[in-house]
T-cell receptor, first 111, second 111 residues
C-alpha cells in the first residue's frame, strides 16, 4: 500500500540531542511529506520533498529521500522540549494520488 | 488568512441525533478533505472534494454525509452514529497536490 511505515514508533531523547525518524513505503510517489501533531490537535505540515530530490533542509529539519530504497528520514537537530509531538510521514502519489499517513513516531524531548 | 477553522471544537451526541461539523478556509484552495483519527493512530482519509465536487469517498458509511456548499466551506453531516465513531475529525485543504493545511479538529463523542 502507499502508507508509510515509521520507525521507531516512539523515541525519547534529551534536549539538545538530535532525533532521527525513518519512513518506508511501497509504491511510487510524486512527493513525500512530513507532518507534526501535538497531542489531540491538528497536523502541521513540516516539509515536502519531491521524488527527484534527495535532500531538503528547513531550519533545524533535514529530510532525505531514497526512492530506490523507498525510504525517507527526518532529522531534527538540537531538539527542544517544544518538539515533543507525533511525527507522520505521508507518501503522496501512486495510482490514487491520495495522501496516506504513516503509522507515526511519538517523540518525547526531555528538558 | 492562512487558517483552516473548524466548529465545534467538541461535540457530544446521542446515537439518534443529527449534527453537523463545519470547516472553512479562505486560502483559495480547491481541494478539501475530511479525516478521522482515533487515539494513537494516524489520520484516516474519509472524503476528498476537488473543485467543490466529491472526488474520493473511502467507503465511508452513509451515516457520514459530506457537503461542499462553496469553495470555502466543507460540512460533514452526522446521523445515527455509533459509539465507535467517536474520534477526532480533521478537516484540511490544499492547492491540489501540495501540502495540506489542517484545522484543529472536532473532538466527537457518541454516547
Amino acid at each position: 500500500s502507499q502508507q508509510g511505515e515509521e520507525d521507531p514508533q516512539a523515541l525519547s531523547i534529551q534536549e539538545g540531542e538530535n532525533a532521527t525518524m525513518n519512513c518506508s513505503y511501497k509504491t511510487s510517489i510524486n512527493n513525500l511529506q512530513w507532518y507534526r501533531q501535538n497531542s489531540g490537535r491538528g497536523l502541521v505540515h513540516l516539509i515536502l520533498i519531491r521524488s527527484n530530490e534527495r535532500e531538503k533542509h528547513s531550519g533545524r529539519l533535514r529530510v532525505t529521500l531514497d526512492t530506490s530504497k523507498k525510504s525517507s528520514s527526518l532529522l531534527i537537530t538540537a531538539s527542544r522540549a517544544a518538539d515533543t509531538a507525533s511525527y507522520f510521514c505521508a507518501p503522496y502519489g501512486g495510482a490514487t494520488n491520495k495522501l496516506i499517513f504513516g503509522t507515526g513516531t511519538l517523540l518525547a524531548v526531555q528538558p | 488568512d492562512t487558517e483552516v477553522t473548524q466548529t465545534p471544537k467538541h461535540l457530544v451526541m446521542g446515537m439518534t441525533n443529527k449534527k453537523s461539523l463545519k470547516c472553512e478556509q479562505h486560502m483559495g484552495h480547491r481541494a478539501m478533505y475530511w479525516y478521522k483519527q482515533k487515539a494513537k493512530k494516524p489520520p484516516e482519509l474519509m472524503f476528498v472534494y476537488s473543485y467543490e465536487k466529491l472526488s474520493i469517498n473511502e467507503s465511508v458509511p452513509s451515516r457520514f454525509s459530506p457537503e461542499c456548499p462553496n469553495s470555502s466551506l466543507l460540512n460533514l453531516h452526522l446521523h445515527a452514529l455509533q459509539p465507535e465513531d467517536s474520534a477526532l475529525y480533521l478537516c484540511a485543504s490544499s492547492p491540489q497536490r501540495e501540502e495540506q493545511f489542517f484545522g484543529p479538529g472536532t473532538r466527537l463523542t457518541v454516547l
